[in-house]
């Protein structure tokens, strides 16, 4: 079955420790997203990528990184320039920019 | 800027009740408006869709429909069962702006109680 994995699905690493988080799908789709998510705050997009080597800055993109070298693949690595780290990731893919998003099962990052 | 606004939680009724989740939404264009609903540890899911004014979205007998005069896509269930506990979210896209994203309102934590 086609669809979006996230590893892994819990993530515990010491502060001041960069950490990458994996994406993967075989959905063929062209856009792929980063989003955290907080009690209360629903979702923030971090980073966007709507094609192969290319990606944008979201919203809140700073102490984030993230590469684009394959189409099924979209890692963000959580360095340690981000302030406040400990929080629920989730990756999604689309056809296209803007048609209904797919998700994967999310990353829950605990940074201590 | 595009936005969207739903109500906030948590609901809380009992099984067999009659659900709505408020959600209105600001946008420049002709957006694309979505419920998805997160279950407890897990991804968002498409729950429905609506493309256009007057469309209505339904899926697991929930409905919504597309209403343009009063910019809002509340989510309705006629009788709410215990495996409808999620949160459910409140999203647009606005086809019209190439390089928008899709905006996603904050939540909205559903409690059935037996």
């Known amino acids: 079955d086609g669809g979006i994995t996230q590893s892994p699905k819990y993530l515990f690493r010491k502060e001041g420790q960069n950490v990458t988080l994996s994406c993967e799908q075989n959905?063929?789709?062209?856009?792929m997203y980063w989003y955290r998510q907080d009690p209360g705050q629903g979702l923030r997009l971090i980073y966007y990528?709507?094609?192969?080597?290319?990606?944008q800055k979201g919203d809140i993109a700073e102490g984030y990184s993230v590469s684009r070298e394959k189409k099924e693949s979209f890692p963000l690595t959580v360095t340690s320039a981000q302030k406040n780290p400990t929080a629920f990731y989730l990756c999604?893919?689309?056809?296209?920019?803007?048609?209904?998003?797919?998700f994967g099962n999310g990353t829950r990052l605990t940074v201590t | 800027g595009n936005s969207v606004t739903q109500m906030e939680g948590p609901v809380t009724l009992s099984e067999e009740a009659f659900l709505t989740i408020n959600c209105t939404y600001t946008?420049?264009?002709?957006?694309?408006l979505f419920w998805y609903v997160q279950y407890p540890g897990e991804g968002l899911q498409l729950l429905l869709k609506?493309?256009?004014?007057?469309d209505k979205g339904s899926n697991k007998g929930f409905e919504a429909t597309y209403r343009k005069e009063t910019t809002s896509f509340h989510l309705e269930k006629g009788s709410v069962q215990v495996s409808d506990s999620a949160v459910y979210f409140c999203?647009?896209?606005?086809?019209?702006?190439?390089?928008?994203?899709?905006?996603f309102g904050k939540g909205t934590r559903l409690h059935i109680l037996p």
């Open positions: 999604a893919s689309s056809s296209t920019v803007s048609l209904p998003l797919h």
């Open positions: 959905l063929n789709h062209d856009a």
């Open positions: 990528s709507q094609i192969v080597n290319d990606f």
């Open positions: 946008a420049t264009g002709y957006p694309s």
């Open positions: 609506a493309t256009k004014a007057d």
């Open positions: 999203a647009l896209s606005d086809r019209e702006n190439r390089d928008d994203k899709i905006i």
